[in-house]
């Protein structure tokens, strides 16, 4: 079945510093979309990309497709202590076969002040 | 508020007793699901209802069973569980039940089985 891998799983970064996330499918995805989950809470929708390719900003975050679909990243500019949380990312399977979508593992990012 | 309102926002049970949780969205989406999440583990799929009929079961034991009435309610009753199946359980709703649509998240049931 799909398999949706996300690394690094834990990242501590000094406040200011970059980050980035990486997800990879073991399967073309026809989609994939970001999730943030804050300490206690629950998943929020951040974005959702869906050309080859794509690159997409939000301030200071940028996501990006990949142009084989199937591998995605999530880069923040200059962290700040609100950065702190989860960062899911979920991919639909291309072939349909798969109608929802499986979520990666998470990479926990610490922002230190 | 995500316009998704999970009840109780925690839970302990014996493995003996019966017990539901409730999930509701006034969102006017036609798709909800339930989700398992447990440390260290990716987000697992347990059930989609789409248009009030289950479109997807992953495999979960019988002691987990969905109930959806209408499209604003979804259900998951709980019995003989087991002290493993101790998790947040999220519930989504989606405009549709396709995967290619946004998910709203409810702030999730915790769920402690002792």
């Known amino acids: 079945g799909q398999q949706v891998m996300q690394i690094p799983q834990y990242q501590h970064v000094q406040e200011g510093e970059d980050f980035t996330t990486y997800c990879n499918s073991s399967?073309?995805?026809?989609?994939i979309q970001w999730y943030k989950q804050r300490p206690g809470g629950h998943p929020v929708f951040l974005i959702q990309?869906?050309?080859?390719?794509e690159v997409k900003k939000q301030k200071r975050l940028t996501f990006q497709f990949g142009e084989a679909k199937k591998n995605s990243s999530l880069h923040i500019t200059a962290t700040q202590t609100t950065d702190v949380g989860t960062y899911f990312c979920a991919g639909r399977d291309y072939s349909g076969s798969a109608r929802q979508l499986t979520f990666g593992s998470g990479t926990q990012l610490t922002v230190l002040p | 508020e995500t316009g998704v309102t999970q009840t109780p926002r925690h839970l302990v049970m014996g493995m003996t007793n019966k017990k539901s949780l409730k999930c509701e969205q006034h969102l006017g989406h036609n798709a909800m699901y339930w989700y398992k999440q447990s440390a260290k583990k990716p987000l697992e799929l347990m059930f989609v209802y789409s248009l009030e009929e289950r479109v997807e079961n992953n495999s979960v034991p019988s002691r987990f069973s969905p109930e959806c009435p209408n499209s604003s309610h979804l259900f998951l009753h709980l019995h003989t569980l087991q002290p493993e199946d101790s998790a947040l359980y999220l519930c989504a709703s989606s405009p549709d039940g396709t995967g290619g649509t946004e998910a709203f998240f409810g702030q999730g049931t915790r769920l402690t089985v002792v």
């Open positions: 399967t073309t995805l026809s989609n």
């Open positions: 990309l869906v050309k080859s390719g």
